[in-house]
């Protein structure tokens, strides 16, 4: 099957965003059908032959997330869209809900309508202003129009939706985080077991999904599981959205089949790398993701392929670094990032993200120790599978794979006064720094 993107073809539109250019365009025809024609249980199970996967970083398959809901239960039940899209290097929910925002809403009524949800929340990140705008925007065009509210589309169904905004922590995007933070409490996550689609929001059975992974849905509508599956692998399939930054001549969100070459995007879609320079490094799906050498970046850009290649596609952000990128620099920007970001609540992470921080810092600063790169070793392992939620598993996979896979920059920094970035950005601090 040729693909046919469903996010991107009307984006340079100045209207896409509005319900009467999305109604033009097909819009809406997805849930019409989806009430009509399905029953709750048979499009559950369309969305599981669909072989859909999130699209929120962990890509748990949809169809069977939803079959975990119990169906006989007199609790409320939920559905909270994870719109916090935090991690760094990726913005495509930015880009769908700014948009797109009737594609999610109609996504929205598809899931509730398969689950039997009333009641839907999208939890957006606080930075997101515009996007929030867009949001409340399109919501009161729908109710308007009787597409939400006490009879979705004319059909004897009630769904409504509240849009709520976070208050910029990337920890309220793991999924226990947002649900304790849409319920007033400080955003922190939570043992599982119980799962939200058991004991979710307000101790209510809750559906959470990523907006790329709910925006999907109105296109499984429209062509079928077994159309959905010929895009791109048939483990993980579909139309994905790759966000590209860094030292490309072409940054941007960029919609492609799953699996697309990592190089080949670069490449072919990017404009390659900046300034006629060679390709270092790549971060393929976040920055907790391993990142990968310039030789190990002919992969495909999917669950599988990643996973083999020792990263994961995570949330699809791609940073892309050139050859003069310092590799010790760069580290202590992600380390910076996750121990600001741990939410403290285990020792491994409240600690272990500010030693990795401290010790990348001092190599950069000229303070740095061979003895170091063992340390920041002995420091992952500490941390790695031993915490509430993976953020700390999160810190840690980059650190351990850039000491790994470029070892001899790191051994350069240590045996000749720091990094050369640091040295040419801030000279007067040099051999100052952080003393662990
Ligand atoms: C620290 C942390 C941050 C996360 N941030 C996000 C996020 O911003 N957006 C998101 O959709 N999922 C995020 N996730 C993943 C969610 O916990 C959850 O798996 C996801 O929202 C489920 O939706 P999906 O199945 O549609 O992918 C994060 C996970 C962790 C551990
Ligand atoms: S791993 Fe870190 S962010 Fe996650 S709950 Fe523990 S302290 Fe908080």
């Given at each position: 099957m040729s693909f046919r993107?469903?996010?991107?073809?009307?984006?340079?539109?100045?209207?896409?965003?509005?319900?009467?250019?999305?109604?033009?365009?097909?819009?809406?025809?997805?849930?019409?059908?989806?009430?009509?024609?399905?029953?709750?249980?048979?499009?559950?199970?369309?969305?599981?032959?669909?072989?859909?996967?999130?699209?929120?970083?962990?890509?748990?398959?949809?169809?069977?997330?939803?079959?975990?809901?119990?169906?006989?239960?007199?609790?409320?039940?939920?559905?909270?869209?994870?719109?916090?899209?935090?991690?760094?290097g990726t913005f495509k929910d930015r880009v769908l809900m700014e948009r797109m925002p009737h594609q999610l809403i109609e996504g929205i009524i598809i899931s509730c309508w398969a689950v039997g949800i009333h009641s839907a929340y999208i939890y957006i990140r606080g930075e997101y202003v515009h996007a929030y705008q867009r949001l409340v925007a399109a919501c009161a065009e729908a109710y308007d129009k009787g597409i939400l509210g006490s009879k979705v589309l004319g059909h004897d169904f009630h769904l409504d939706i509240t849009v709520h905004r976070g208050a910029g922590a990337y920890i309220c995007g793991e999924e226990t985080g947002m649900l304790t933070s849409l319920e007033g409490e400080r955003g922190q996550p939570k043992l599982k077991p119980p799962f939200p689609a058991i004991e979710g929001l307000f101790g209510c059975p809750t559906v959470v999904n990523n907006v790329e992974t709910i925006s999907n849905l109105p296109y499984i509508m429209e062509i079928g599981a077994e159309g959905y599956k010929k895009i791109g692998p048939e483990s993980s399939p579909g139309p994905k959205l790759y966000c590209v930054s860094g030292h490309v001549e072409k940054p941007g969100t960029y919609e492609l089949p799953m699996g697309v070459n990592l190089l080949e995007l670069i490449n072919d879609h990017c404009g390659g790398v900046w300034k006629g320079r060679k390709?270092?490094?790549?971060?393929?799906?976040?920055?907790?993701?391993?990142?990968?050498?310039?030789?190990?970046?002919?992969?495909?850009?999917?669950?599988?392929?990643?996973?083999?290649?020792?990263?994961?596609?995570?949330?699809?952000?791609?940073?892309?670094?050139?050859?003069?990128?310092?590799?010790?620099?760069?580290?202590?920007?992600?380390?910076?990032?996750?121990?600001?970001?741990?939410?403290?609540?285990?020792?491994?992470?409240?600690?272990?993200?500010?030693?990795?921080?401290?010790?990348?810092?001092?190599?950069?600063?000229?303070?740095?120790?061979?003895?170091?790169?063992?340390?920041?070793?002995?420091v992952c392992d500490r941390m790695v599978g031993k915490t509430i939620c993976v953020l700390a598993d999160a810190a840690a996979f980059p650190a351990w794979s850039f000491t790994q896979k470029f070892r001899d920059e790191f051994i350069h920094c240590i045996e000749h006064g720091g990094s050369p970035e640091v040295k040419r950005r801030h000279p007067d601090r040099i051999g100052g720094g952080l003393h662990v």
């Amino acid at each position: 099957m040729s693909f046919r993107k469903i996010f991107t073809p009307h984006l340079g539109d100045p209207n896409c965003h509005t319900l009467e250019f999305y109604e033009k365009t097909g819009g809406y025809e997805g849930a019409r059908k989806a009430l009509r024609d399905w029953e709750p249980d048979a499009l559950i199970d369309e969305v599981k032959a669909s072989s859909l996967r999130g699209r929120g970083g962990a890509g748990f398959p949809t169809g069977v997330k939803w079959g975990f809901v119990p169906k006989q239960t007199d609790k409320l039940k939920y559905l909270a869209v994870n719109a916090d899209e935090s991690e760094p290097g990726t913005f495509k929910d930015r880009v769908l809900m700014e948009r797109m925002p009737h594609q999610l809403i109609e996504g929205i009524i598809i899931s509730c309508w398969a689950v039997g949800i009333h009641s839907a929340y999208i939890y957006i990140r606080g930075e997101y202003v515009h996007a929030y705008q867009r949001l409340v925007a399109a919501c009161a065009e729908a109710y308007d129009k009787g597409i939400l509210g006490s009879k979705v589309l004319g059909h004897d169904f009630h769904l409504d939706i509240t849009v709520h905004r976070g208050a910029g922590a990337y920890i309220c995007g793991e999924e226990t985080g947002m649900l304790t933070s849409l319920e007033g409490e400080r955003g922190q996550p939570k043992l599982k077991p119980p799962f939200p689609a058991i004991e979710g929001l307000f101790g209510c059975p809750t559906v959470v999904n990523n907006v790329e992974t709910i925006s999907n849905l109105p296109y499984i509508m429209e062509i079928g599981a077994e159309g959905y599956k010929k895009i791109g692998p048939e483990s993980s399939p579909g139309p994905k959205l790759y966000c590209v930054s860094g030292h490309v001549e072409k940054p941007g969100t960029y919609e492609l089949p799953m699996g697309v070459n990592l190089l080949e995007l670069i490449n072919d879609h990017c404009g390659g790398v900046w300034k006629g320079r060679k390709l270092k490094a790549v971060i393929p799906g976040g920055s907790s993701a391993h990142v990968l050498s310039a030789d190990e970046c002919d992969v495909a850009m999917d669950i599988e392929s990643l996973a083999a290649a020792g990263s994961m596609l995570g949330s699809a952000g791609v940073i892309v670094m050139d050859d003069q990128t310092c590799m010790v620099n760069a580290l202590l920007n992600v380390m910076k990032f996750y121990h600001h970001e741990s939410c403290g609540q285990c020792t491994p992470c409240r600690e272990g993200t500010g030693w990795l921080e401290k010790i990348v810092h001092r190599i950069a600063y000229g303070h740095g120790k061979l003895e170091d790169l063992d340390r920041i070793d002995t420091v992952c392992d500490r941390m790695v599978g031993k915490t509430i939620c993976v953020l700390a598993d999160a810190a840690a996979f980059p650190a351990w794979s850039f000491t790994q896979k470029f070892r001899d920059e790191f051994i350069h920094c240590i045996e000749h006064g720091g990094s050369p970035e640091v040295k040419r950005r801030h000279p007067d601090r040099i051999g100052g720094g952080l003393h662990v």
